[in-house]
């Protein structure tokens, strides 16, 4: 069976280039870059180039650039991190659709006795930075808010709001696990970004490699005590193979960046039309804003997601009905309930994110097969049939 694989928002595939990359530190260049003799300290220019090789990719100073396992690690640590140096400050600022490696952090700080503002989204996803404004206050420690949503795709103004939050005396953070190697991103012109997370396994480096961009003089604690690595934010020995691979990732990442925003998006756009023009009821969740090139999540009104997932399965194509993080849950996602999408449409909701590695042939092959998975599944659905009589003025 042919693998159509649509869900590069939950885990993109690694890339030869990083693969090929990665394998000399696995059995020839073990050493650890820590070691005083020249068999460990060999290991540790590759350490220092796979670091310079993401801070050029964020348009950041390589001594910003601290490894960490994944973007969750990233998120928590710049999270309780810089909580930590604020002791006074007891507001945390975020909004209704974070994912949950800071959604479900700041609610546990809830508990604990912070005060927690979640800023709403509109119908498209939008996010309304006036009402951040109006929120922060002198006893607000951190502002986090994501750079582009991971079901949606939906960009958030992140530089607008840096600008607004320069002066505020707030440390500022942006999940910006999908917008890397998405779109550009300069730190060097945002000085009002503190703190950046980012994930290897959403730009083709493997599972398990992560960063946390921490500005130059933003306060913020060790999330793992140990020993110096990491410039002592993070203590342990690093990483090395995963390290390479994510700064190869970073180097390509660069380089496609102007594919990502034209081939592909052009793909998103011939799949997300060709569904609009072949099957009615459907709606594009997040339509006039800005979007990542790669993403489309597309509502099927009066069907069930995890039926058409299944049967799409069964077809080899891969996609998603949102965060892979939450996907064992049979409630709707947190973010379309946030955007007010209507209950007929928000349980049918399907995420498509591509890569560069889709085709023109893919996009054609779900086209194809699709339009029929849902008539199919309407067909069965009591609340299809109820809605046709019902328009029909209540014809049998």
């Known amino acids: 069976?042919?693998?159509?694989?649509?869900?590069?928002?939950?885990?993109?595939?690694?890339?030869?280039?990083?693969?090929?990359?990665?394998?000399?530190?696995?059995?020839?260049?073990?050493?650890?870059?820590?070691?005083?003799?020249?068999?460990?300290?060999?290991?540790?220019?590759?350490?220092?180039?796979?670091?310079?090789?993401?801070?050029?990719?964020?348009?950041?100073?390589?001594?910003?650039?601290?490894?960490?396992?994944?973007?969750?690690?990233s998120d928590n640590a710049a999270v309780f991190g810089s909580l930590e140096t604020v002791p006074h400050k007891r507001h945390i600022i975020t909004t209704r659709v974070e994912h949950p490696a800071v959604r479900n952090v700041a609610r546990h700080l809830l508990k604990k006795g912070y005060r927690l503002t979640e800023l709403p989204v509109d119908g498209s996803g939008a996010l309304d930075i006036r009402q951040l404004d109006h929120a922060v206050t002198q006893?607000?420690?951190?502002?986090?808010?994501?750079?582009?949503?991971?079901?949606?795709?939906?960009?958030?103004?992140?530089?607008?709001?840096?600008?607004?939050?320069?002066?505020?005396?707030?440390?500022?953070?942006?999940?910006?696990?999908?917008?890397?190697?998405?779109?550009?991103?300069?730190?060097?012109?945002?000085?009002?970004?503190?703190?950046?997370?980012?994930?290897?396994?959403?730009?083709?480096?493997?599972?398990?490699?992560?960063?946390?961009?921490?500005?130059?003089?933003?306060?913020?604690?060790?999330?793992?005590?140990?020993?110096?690595?990491?410039?002592?934010?993070?203590?342990?020995?690093?990483?090395v193979p995963?390290?390479?691979?994510?700064?190869?990732?970073?180097?390509?990442?660069?380089?496609?960046?102007?594919?990502?925003?034209?081939?592909?998006?052009?793909?998103?756009?011939?799949?997300?039309?060709?569904l609009l023009a072949a099957v009615p009821n459907t709606l594009v969740n997040g339509k006039g804003q800005p979007r990542l090139p790669n993403t489309s999540n597309l509502s099927f009104e009066y069907v069930e997601g995890e039926s058409i997932l299944l049967l799409l399965s069964n077809l080899g194509i891969c996609a998603s009905s949102g965060s892979a993080c939450t996907s064992g849950s049979l409630e709707p996602s947190h973010v379309l309930r946030a955007m007010g999408v209507p209950f007929t449409a928000a349980h049918g909701s399907v995420r498509f994110s591509l890569s560069g590695y889709n085709t023109r042939e893919e996009m054609d092959y779900i086209l194809e097969h699709l339009p029929r998975i849902i008539e199919k599944l309407r067909a069965i659905s009591p609340f299809w049939n109820s809605s046709v009589r019902s328009i029909a003025g209540g014809a049998p």
């Not at 503190?194 to 083709?204: E, F």
């Not at 496609?256 to 011939?270: A, Q, S």
């Open 242 to 274: 995963y390290i390479v691979g994510l700064g190869k990732a970073a180097e390509l990442a660069g380089q496609r960046l102007g594919e990502e925003n034209t081939r592909v998006r052009e793909l998103r756009d011939h799949l997300e039309q060709g």
């Open 1 to 73: 069976m042919r693998t159509v694989y649509v869900d590069n928002n939950a885990t993109t595939r690694t890339a030869p280039e990083v693969l090929e990359a990665m394998l000399p530190f696995f059995c020839d260049l073990y050493g650890n870059p820590s070691s005083m003799h020249f068999f460990g300290g060999q290991v540790e220019q590759y350490l220092r180039k796979a670091r310079n090789q993401v801070a050029e990719l964020l348009g950041a100073a390589h001594d910003e650039i601290v490894f960490t396992s994944c973007g969750t690690e």
């Open 139 to 239: 006893d607000t420690a951190l502002v986090s808010i994501m750079w582009a949503n991971n079901e949606t795709g939906v960009l958030f103004p992140v530089e607008e709001i840096a600008d607004m939050l320069r002066d505020r005396d707030v440390i500022f953070h942006t999940d910006a696990v999908q917008a890397v190697g998405k779109i550009p991103v300069d730190l060097s012109r945002q000085k009002g970004i503190h703190l950046l997370s980012l994930s290897g396994h959403k730009l083709h480096a493997p599972k398990g490699v992560g960063v946390l961009y921490i500005r130059k003089g933003t306060p913020l604690a060790p999330f793992v005590i140990g020993g110096h690595q990491e410039h002592g934010r993070r203590g342990g020995t690093e990483n």
